[in-house]
Every structure is written in structure tokens, then in C-alpha cells.
């Protein structure tokens, strides 16, 4: 919400093409800026400890995933026993 708010009002300033406006928006845009780099960084940990959480490789390493992937590629196993077929 805080950062709709700054974005509305760079371009107010924006439009507005007053000076004092137009060098205001220099600390605002770095503002949001900061408020955005700090939303990556909320997200990028959420997204770590999801990983995490997953017990799932982070940071490039596919070797378990390589492992999953060829599990779920692997023929099923059958029990022996003969499937109904629904006519």
C-alpha cells in the first residue's frame, strides 16, 4: 500500500513538470527502490525455507531432483494382479 502511494505520487510529480517536484522524486523513487529490494529479499527467504521445508535442492543442485524425476519415470510396479477394465 505504502509503495502504490509513492508511485502516485512520482507521478503526480512527474507530470506536474515542476522542478522542486521532479527533484523530490529522486528521493522518492529511491525510496521505493529500497522498499522493493527489501520485498525480494522477504521473498527469496520465504522461498528458501519453503525449499527447505521440502527437503528439496536449493541454489542449482539437481541431483535430487534428477533422483525424483527418474522415480516418477520408472514403470509402476504391479502387484500380480490383473486390472479391470471399465467397458
Known amino acids: ?6 508511485i502516485n505520487e512520482i ?3 512527474h507530470e506536474s513538470k515542476v ?3 521532479l527533484t523530490r ?8 527502490n529500497s522498499n522493493i529490494a527489501h520485498v525480494v529479499e522477504l521473498y527469496k527467504n ?9 527437503n528439496l535442492p ?10 525424483v524425476d527418474s522415480m516418477a ?3 509402476p510396479v504391479h502387484s500380480g494382479k490383473k486390472r479391470i477394465r471399465s467397458l
Open 11 to 13: 507521478n503526480q510529480n
Open 46 to 54: 520465504l522461498s528458501e525455507a519453503f525449499v527447505k521445508s521440502m
Open 19 to 21: 522542478p522542486e517536484n
Open 58 to 67: 536449493f541454489e542449482g543442485d539437481l541431483t535430487h531432483a534428477v533422483e
Open 73 to 75: 519415470t520408472q514403470p
Open 25 to 32: 522524486n529522486v528521493t522518492l523513487i529511491r525510496e521505493l
Open 1 to 6: 500500500d505504502q509503495n502504490r502511494i509513492l
